[in-house]
Nanobody, 117 residues
Framework: QVQLVESGGGLVQPGGSLRLSCAAS????????MGWYRQPPGKQRELVAV???????NYANSVKGRFTISRDNAKNTVYLQMNSLKPEDTAVYYC???????????WGQGTQVTVSS
């Protein structure tokens, strides 16, 4: 089992920044991908960013150039640095963990990000 604990969400004005963190614990292993989905109010969950076990990254077009995903393997933690935030970034953000040998995703509890003036 893997447990994920998210932190860093909150209320921010348009143009501001936040950094989300997600720390994994349990039977983590060595090779795994971690990333972030988000679910805006009234909409479906969508992929935001992913970082693979080999450290390659992919981003949704809507966040390219504004968000940066990174990982610290020593801390079993993934980060999402969010800059130039827009109201349309408002959502519940969910961290996920997936071993390279599995199709099963483990999910964090979600953290609310609200971008509003």
């Amino acid at each position: 089992q893997v447990q994920l604990v998210e932190s860093g969400g909150g209320l921010v004005q348009p143009g501001g920044s936040l950094r989300l963190s997600c720390a994994a614990s349990g039977s983590i292993g060595v090779r795994y991908a971690m990333g972030w989905y988000r679910q805006p109010p009234g909409k479906q969950r969508e992929l935001v960013a992913v970082i693979a076990s080999g450290d390659s990254t992919n981003y949704a077009n809507s966040v390219k150039g504004r968000f940066t995903i990174s990982r610290d393997n020593a801390k079993n933690t993934v980060y999402l640095q969010m800059n130039s935030l827009k109201p349309e970034d408002t959502a519940v953000y969910y961290c996920y963990f997936r071993r390279d040998t599995s199709t099963r995703n483990y999910w964090g509890q979600g953290t609310q990000v609200t971008v509003s003036s």
